[in-house]
């Protein structure tokens, strides 16, 4: 059963940094592009930061490009986001997501989310 | 810069009717178009990726049309666990993964 399992969540400061980490389990993770995908409480999606199989494609958001740096270790099935400089909209639900190739383009399995909240 | 545009806001329909739902890009982003619902409390699920394409396990009754700049998802008789939030988002134009603001499908 493929698996994505969100941590790192928490509270923290305007900014200040935070590291969240995506266990993925039951796919050949090498073999995929990786996503972040964030929802503001009540609100809808915003994709955040994209990484293609082989690290030689990635992608941010506008909104936190410059912040927040997306990298993976295929040894360890596992994706992370480094998140600088953090601001009150950052404030979200942070989702994990397989992409359904190589590729930058579609979520095709989702994590449970894991909460930051970014306050004083 | 590319913006996805949902349309309604907020569907009411009732079960067993069909439902419509719209979403337009800004600038064509030819058939990389993929549909996302969303229940309470859940994560997003995939239903249809390719603007017409479903995902593995979604059922006939969901279906997506359209390409370049006009895309319409839609759910031939709803059934009550269709009733959530419904997103597009393009994966054309980089970064890719922009998502439209949604629609809100709920029963009348």
Redesign the interface.
Not at chain 2, 43 to 46: D, E, Q, Y
Not at chain 2, 94 to 102: A, C, E, K
């Given at each position: 059963e493929v698996q994505l399992v969100e941590s790192g969540g928490g509270l923290v400061q305007p900014g200040r940094s935070l590291r969240l980490s995506c266990a993925a389990s039951g796919f050949t993770f090498a073999d995929y592009a990786m996503h972040w995908v964030r929802q503001a409480p009540g609100k809808g999606l915003e994709w955040v930061s994209g990484i293609s199989w082989n690290s030689g494609s990635i992608g941010y958001a506008d909104s936190v490009k410059g912040r927040f740096t997306i990298s993976r270790d295929n040894a360890k099935n596992s994706v992370y986001l480094q998140m600088n400089s953090l601001k009150a909209e950052d404030t979200a639900y942070y989702y994990c997501a397989k992409d359904k190739g190589q590729w930058l383009a579609v979520q095709i399995i989702w994590g449970q989310g894991t909460l930051v909240t970014v306050s004083s | 810069e590319i913006v996805m545009t949902q349309s309604p806001a907020t569907l009411s329909a009732s079960p067993g009717e069909r439902a419509t739902l719209s979403c337009r890009a800004s600038q064509s982003v030819t058939s990389?178009l993929?549909w996302?619902q969303?229940q309470p409390g859940q994560?997003?699920?995939?239903l249809i990726?390719g603007a017409s394409t479903r995902?593995t396990g979604i059922p006939a009754r969901f279906s997506g049309s359209g390409s370049g700049t006009q895309f319409t998802l839609t759910i031939s008789s709803l059934q009550s666990e269709d009733f959530a939030?419904y997103?597009c988002?393009q994966?054309n134009t980089?970064?890719?993964?922009?998502?439209?603001?949604?629609t809100k499908l709920e029963i009348k």
């Open positions: - | 990389n993929a996302y969303q994560a997003p699920r995939l990726y995902a939030v997103y988002q994966y980089w970064p890719p993964g922009l998502f439209g603001q949604g």
